[in-house]
């Protein structure tokens, strides 16, 4: 599921179900809530049929003044395979090795290169056995596979920290990974990521440990401090 900004007057949701298929749903304001009205606001991305969507993300930022099919959509499946959708066409990124095949979470990011006024989005897909694969979506065989762990990856976060973008990991036992993870430009003027890790958070023990939400801010006295919600309703200060 991917809910765009939009305007008042044109918001989109864009859904990948078990039937295999990508839609996109308008949510416009109509004066009678008519199942044919609904229906007219159904569009069929035509996702490739032989696998099925388990995340679907949004790339970049959203002009308001532009078209919903000028919008980058981009999904992960059952088969570990992440797709975008752009101009029309589905255009096959990346095939995750068969441990990130059945599970997997994802998360998007725009990013700003090192040195550089140029922006790249950015993909983080995490799996079962605690590996997250972080790629450019414009160069997506420049990615690095990261670890959080030997257990599953409940959830992915990107969020600007002290030290610049962040990506927290939620893995298993409660332990919050986290890098700072920068995208610069190398000799030969391709896209190079490097990921500096950061120490964990570990969350509070409960039945389903997992962060849900995060949000970085900053104190003179303590520099860099973590608010972070976690599965069972906690809200926790780092």
Same mark, same amino acid.
Request: contains cysteine.
């Given at each position: 599921?991917?809910?765009?900004? *939009?305007? @008042? @007057?044109?918001?989109?949701?864009?859904?990948? *179900?078990?039937?295999? *298929?990508?839609?996109?749903?308008?949510?416009?304001?109509? @004066?009678? &809530?008519?199942?044919?009205?609904?229906?007219?606001?159904?569009?069929?991305?035509?996702?490739?049929?032989?696998?099925?969507?388990?995340?679907?993300?949004?790339?970049? @930022?959203?002009?308001?003044?532009?078209?919903?099919?000028?919008?980058?959509?981009?999904?992960?499946?059952?088969? $570990?395979?992440?797709?975008?959708?752009?101009?029309?066409?589905?255009?096959?990124?990346?095939? =995750?090795?068969?441990?990130?095949?059945?599970?997997?979470?994802?998360?998007?990011? =725009?990013?700003?290169? &090192?040195?550089?006024?140029?922006?790249?989005?950015?993909?983080?897909? $995490?799996?079962?056995? *605690?590996?997250?694969?972080?790629?450019?979506?414009?160069?997506?065989?420049?990615?690095?596979?990261?670890?959080? $762990?030997?257990?599953?990856?409940?959830?992915?976060?990107?969020?600007?920290?002290?030290?610049?973008?962040?990506?927290?990991?939620?893995?298993?036992?409660?332990?919050?990974?986290?890098?700072?993870?920068?995208? &610069?430009?190398?000799?030969?003027?391709?896209?190079?990521?490097?990921?500096?890790?950061?120490?964990?958070?570990?969350?509070?023990?409960?039945?389903?440990?997992?962060?849900?939400?995060?949000?970085?801010?900053?104190?003179?006295?303590?520099?860099?401090?973590?608010?972070?919600?976690?599965?069972?309703?906690?809200?926790?200060?780092?």
């Amino acid at each position: 599921l991917a809910v765009s900004e *939009g305007t @008042e @007057e044109e918001r989109w949701v864009a859904t990948g *179900g078990a039937d295999g *298929g990508v839609r996109l749903w308008g949510l416009q304001e109509t @004066e009678e &809530k008519t199942e044919e009205a609904v229906t007219d606001k159904l569009t069929d991305l035509k996702f490739p049929a032989h696998s099925l969507p388990k995340v679907v993300c949004v790339a970049g @930022e959203e002009d308001e003044n532009e078209s919903w099919s000028q919008s980058k959509i981009v999904v992960c499946t059952d088969q $570990g395979t992440v797709y975008q959708y752009s101009n029309g066409t589905w255009e096959n990124l990346w095939q =995750g090795t068969p441990d990130f095949h059945s599970y997997c979470v994802m998360e998007t990011v =725009g990013i700003n290169v &090192k040195d550089s006024t140029a922006k790249v989005n950015l993909c983080a897909v $995490g799996n079962l056995s *605690g590996s997250i694969q972080v790629f450019p979506i414009s160069h997506p065989h420049a990615g690095i596979l990261l670890s959080g $762990g030997s257990g599953k990856i409940h959830s992915l976060i990107w969020k600007e920290g002290g030290a610049g973008m962040c990506l927290l990991a939620s893995g298993a036992g409660g332990i919050v990974y986290r890098w700072c993870v920068e995208v &610069k430009l190398n000799d030969g003027q391709s896209l190079a990521l490097n990921a500096n890790p950061l120490l964990p958070f570990r969350l509070p023990p409960c039945g389903k440990r997992w962060l849900l939400a995060a949000l970085c801010l900053h104190s003179r006295s303590q520099g860099a401090l973590w608010v972070c919600g976690d599965r069972r309703g906690s809200l926790l200060l780092y």
